[in-house]
Nanobody, 124 residues
Framework: QVHLQASGGCSVQAGGSLILSCSVT????????YAWFLQPPWKEREGVAA???????TYAESVKGRFTISRDNIANTLYLEMNNLKPEDTAMYYC??????????????????WGQGTEVTVSS
């Protein structure tokens, strides 16, 4: 059984920074691939950052250069560092995990386990 718990969401002003965390319980943390997704109000969920068990990463164009995904295999925690936040980053953020085959993907259908979401609001 794998359980993900996202946290760290809050309200910030445009241009600010925030770090989201996702605590993962269960075995095989280091062998999973992970991703962060966001879902703005009344819009579809979209992937913004993913990494595989080898540490390779990929980002959506909208967040490249501003967001950084990372993992701590000792603390069993996934992170999303967000800088230069924009009002359009306002969304519910979800962390997700998948059995890793080396593929980096931002497709939500590829992920097997999901956290409950943490809300980020960016005001102008």
């Amino acid at each position: 059984q794998v359980h993900l718990q996202a946290s760290g969401g809050c309200s910030v002003q445009a241009g600010g920074s925030l770090i989201l965390s996702c605590s993962v319980t269960g075995d095989f943390f280091s062998t999973f691939g992970y991703a962060w997704f966001l879902q703005p109000p009344w819009k579809e969920r979209e992937g913004v950052a993913a990494l595989n068990s080898g540490g390779e990463v990929t980002y959506a164009e909208s967040v490249k250069g501003r967001f950084t995904i990372s993992r701590d295999n000792i603390a069993n925690t996934l992170y999303l560092e967000m800088n230069n936040l924009k009002p359009e980053d306002t969304a519910m953020y979800y962390c997700a995990a998948r059995w890793d085959n080396g593929l980096m993907t931002l497709a939500d259908s590829e992920y097997n386990y999901w956290g409950q979401g943490t809300e980020v609001t960016v005001s102008s």
